[in-house]
Nanobody
Framework: VQLVESGGGLVQAGGSLRLSCAVS????????IGWFRQAPGKDRKDRKG???????????YYDQSVKSRFTISNDNDKNTVDLQMNNLKPDGTADYYC?????????????????WGQGTQVTVSS
């Protein structure tokens, strides 16, 4: 299984970014992808889930703090799970990771996830 994140960068508060998680090595559509962020200086165990999507059902789940601003979606043609982030706030500065979980439970607890990508850095300036 390989997950590769991309799309991070520097953005001003109120701006937008679109992150992408390229998924390979999963044979069946029986999993979910979650997006997490790890704030500067925090450990892996402190990753906070922001959104998840079931590849099986296309159902989604969001952390309340991002629900009206972030959108997670599945691009079947590109085999990616994208995270559109609008109205970014300075506390959104973090490394963003995607992970997979099987069965496709819509969880935002990092301990439930099996594989992770290497992360992509997002910096939101005030």
């Amino acid at each position: 299984v390989q997950l590769v994140e991309s799309g991070g960068g520097l953005v001003q508060a109120g701006g937008s970014l679109r992150l992408s998680c390229a998924v390979s090595g999963l044979s069946f559509d029986d999993y979910a992808i979650g997006w997490f962020r790890q704030a500067p200086g925090k450990d892996r165990k402190d990753r906070k889930g922001v959104a998840s999507l079931s590849i099986t059902t296309n159902h989604t789940y969001y952390d309340q703090s991002v629900k009206s601003r972030f959108t997670i979606s599945n691009d079947n043609d590109k085999n990616t799970v994208d995270l559109q982030m609008n109205n970014l706030k300075p506390d959104g500065t973090a490394d963003y990771y995607c992970g997979d979980v099987r069965p496709p439970l819509l969880l935002l607890s990092p301990g439930s996830y099996d594989y992770w990508g290497q992360g992509t850095q997002v910096t939101v300036s005030s």
